[in-house]
């Protein structure tokens, strides 16, 4: 069975860009998170989705949105890019909501120069 | 909020047994979990434990006291691709699946 994949795996832009991220969950699963991993801040979670709604948002900006879609598949974009944004963005899947256990994707590592 | 720690590195000797601590504050806990992240890639599912006492797997076991908020995580056997990152996280009751994580043990293991 297929992990979680994103895409694309590096993105180079520049300040006051905007980016669109994709995840395909697991098939069967339904719950897509999305975090972000700094060396400073270490993984800190954005937002959750499930069956098409957002469930969870984290500390976040609202330069920081996202969506899924009827087949799960979710996309994060990032509007007006700032050089914090730099990180490495990371999918999770999981079944259900608030139980099971969350799959990560390889991520995709995002550059802001 | 909540608030994680564990250590920020840790060294080992190949062979030997490692413990991993964290200790957690949360107003209402729903699970536990330890995941390996290698340079570069992405963080792998160890382990998950909801009630008290020692999940074990292989090589690999954790171990949980919610009345003291702290887990720990035990590699035996150390080989040297055990070297990586080991997270901690925190599901709290009532946030769906949002994990609040550590800040990461690096662990190295020499010859």
């Known amino acids: 069975k297929a992990g979680v994949t994103q895409t694309p795996r590096y993105l180079i832009k520049t300040r006051g860009q905007q980016v669109t991220l994709s995840c395909s969950p697991i098939s069967g699963h339904r719950s897509v998170s999305w975090y972000q991993q700094t060396p400073g801040q270490g993984l800190q979670f954005l937002f959750e989705y499930f069956s098409e709604t957002q469930r969870n948002k984290g500390n976040f900006p609202g330069r920081f949105s996202g969506r899924q879609f009827s087949n799960s598949r979710s996309e994060m974009n990032v509007s007006t890019l700032e050089l914090g944004d730099s990180a490495l963005y990371l999918c999770?899947?999981?079944?259900?909501?608030?139980?099971?256990?969350?799959?990560f994707g390889a991520g995709t590592r995002l550059s802001v120069l | 909020g909540q608030n994680i720690d564990q250590p920020t590195e840790m060294t080992a000797t190949e062979g030997a047994i490692v413990q991993i601590n964290c200790t957690y504050q949360t107003s209402g806990f729903n699970g536990l979990f330890w995941y390996q992240q290698h340079a570069g890639e992405a963080p792998t599912f160890l382990s998950y434990n909801v009630l008290d006492g020692l999940e074990e797997k292989g090589r690999f076991s954790s171990f949980l006291s919610r009345s003291k908020g702290y887990s720990y995580l035990l590699l035996k056997e150390l080989q040297m691709k055990d070297s990586a990152s080991y997270l901690c996280a925190v599901r709290e009751d009532n946030a769906g699946n949002m994990l609040t994580f550590g800040g990461g043990t690096r662990l190295m293991v020499k010859p």
């Open positions: 999770a899947s999981s079944l259900a909501q608030g139980a099971g256990i969350q799959y």
